[in-house]
Nanobody, 128 residues
Framework: QVQLVESGGGLVLPGGSLRLSCAAS????????MGWFRQAIGKEREFVAG????????RYAESVKGRFTIARDNAKNTVHLRMNSLKPEDTAVYYC?????????????????????WGQGTQVTVSS
């Protein structure tokens, strides 16, 4: 059983930056692919970014490519999401999720149903 705890959310001006963190415990972090998803009010949960268990393969939603960067530190059991050039449409609750990893060359999944473990979420609000 893996426990995930997100942190780093908050209120930021348009064009600003935030760094979300997800701390994992209770499992073998280095064997899990990790993903970030978000859910805005009245919308379905959507994929944001993912990183495979090796850290060598990443995947991004088109809406965040070039602005967000996902990274992991297997020694510290953490995964981060660096968010730059934030827009009001990035406002959402951001969730960290984990799924069992596959081959080292496999991309992380962008489907929420493939993820086994979820954090409680952290609110990100982009507003002037």
């Amino acid at each position: 059983q893996v426990q995930l705890v997100e942190s780093g959310g908050g209120l930021v001006l348009p064009g600003g930056s935030l760094r979300l963190s997800c701390a994992a415990s209770g499992g073998t972090f280095g064997s899990y692919d990790m993903g970030w998803f978000r859910q805005a009010i009245g919308k379905e949960r959507e994929f944001v970014a993912g990183i495979n268990w090796t850290g060598g393969r990443t995947r991004y939603a088109e809406s965040v490519k070039g602005r967000f960067t996902i990274a992991r530190d297997n020694a510290k059991n953490t995964v981060h999401l660096r968010m730059n050039s934030l827009k009001p449409e990035d406002t959402a609750v951001y969730y960290c999720a984990a799924e069992g990893g596959g081959s080292r060359w496999q991309l992380p999944s962008d489907r929420s149903g493939n993820y086994d473990y979820w954090g409680q979420g952290t609110q990100v609000t982009v507003s002037s």
